[in-house]
């Protein structure tokens, strides 16, 4: 069905292939997971050009994708040329945002095709989820969920941000996780005021907020979430009543989520509730971005997101504040689009301040 709506575009394209080279979209198509290879989709048919480490891989996990498997031993791109001579392709779609130059050289020599540069052909198909799909992101979102739940219990005064990383990411691959989905974010204290603060050596300490921003990988796919809590009672009131702002707009970003807004729309409602409260200028990121078997895809929740929000999609809202040397606050859900309004797939994680 994937490789059938490929092939429809390329009719509308007037392309004769799509040559895909990026390790999401090949995988999403064929259903390869491996770390080498390329797909060809021509008008009728697909293949998979990979070489001999992997073919026993990819014949299996291609199989019920129907897509052929070419084992290439010398240079992939004569391999791929052979492809698209039996196919009589003239004209190539490429990847354009996920090909370097020189890639785009040694193939416009290599190929008798003309090179066509595509944006986004095969992403915009994943932005709708389909039911498969979104069963292993519900299962990749309760991995943190639990991993979040079970961080309350381990996090204290006197541990390193990283001793807390660490043991997130231990306990996420316990659950069933493969991997991370990014570098997991722990950043106490003034920390805290650093949108992308990695966890460091900082010893967390008494009165500390903690914003804790992670997510698992699970079958593929990504989960994404940010809490932020307590460890004692907060030293900073200022920092409290801004986690009531954050979180009072990430709600109203939650329950505005709808089909036929765009990102934009969404990302008003909650900015202009934290710049009706005077923090506008702290808060100098989108609101939300898509996630999928990339954990930042699009359509984004930003105030350049232009895309009509489509059941099937699936954002992120974490509206954050963050004041330089005192610290800061994100708040994270990831949200599924439907036909009737929303999801909300974070179900266990609280979202009120807690205190540990």
């Avoid at 080498?36 to 009728?44: D, M, P």
């Avoid at 009543?241 to 989520?257: E, H, P, R, T, W």
């Amino acid at each position: 069905m994937r490789i059938k709506t490929i092939q429809e575009i390329l009719a509308e394209k007037n392309l004769d292939a799509l040559l895909v080279a990026s390790d999401s979209n090949r995988q999403y198509l064929s259903g390869f997971s491996g770390s080498s290879g390329a797909l060809v989709v021509t008008r009728t048919d697909s293949y998979l050009i990979t070489d001999s480490r992997y073919t026993t891989q990819a014949t299996s996990q291609t199989a019920p994708f129907g897509v052929e498997v070419v084992q290439h031993n010398g240079p992939m791109a004569l391999d791929i040329e052979l492809v698209l001579q039996k196919h009589g392709v003239k004209t190539l779609g490429f990847e354009a945002e996920h090909v370097d130059y020189a890639t785009y050289l040694n193939w416009d020599k290599q190929f008798s095709a003309e090179l066509i540069a595509t944006t986004e052909l095969v992403e915009r198909v994943r932005m709708i989820k389909d039911a498969e799909e979104l069963k292993l992101m519900d299962k990749a979102v309760e991995i943190i969920e639990d991993t979040y739940l079970h961080v309350l219990d381990f996090a204290k005064a006197g541990m390193r941000e990283l001793d807390v990383a660490l043991e997130a990411e231990f306990y996420m691959r316990k659950l069933g996780a493969s991997g991370t989905s990014f570098d997991t974010i722990v950043a106490s204290g003034w920390r805290g005021s650093l949108p992308h603060g990695a966890a460091s050596d900082k010893v967390i300490e008494d009165g500390d907020l903690v914003t804790l921003d992670f997510g698992a990988v699970y079958q593929s796919y990504c989960s994404d979430m940010t809490r932020t809590f307590a460890v004692g009672t907060p030293r900073s009131e200022k920092l409290v009543d801004i986690y009531n702002i954050v979180l009072k707009s990430q709600l109203a970003g939650c329950d505005a989520v709808a089909q036929g807004l765009s990102g934009a729309a969404v990302d008003k409602v909650v900015r202009d509730i934290i710049t009706d409260a005077g923090y506008g200028e702290y808060f100098g990121h989108g609101t939300g971005h898509a996630v999928g078997m990339d954990v930042h895809e699009n359509p984004r929740v930003s105030p350049a997101g232009e895309t009509i929000l489509e059941p099937g999609m699936v954002v992120t809202i974490e509206p954050g504040i963050y004041i330089p040397e005192l610290g800061g606050i994100r708040i994270e859900d990831m949200i599924l689009v439907t036909a009737d309004g929303n999801r909300n797939m974070m179900k266990k994680a609280p979202k009120e301040l807690r205190i540990i």
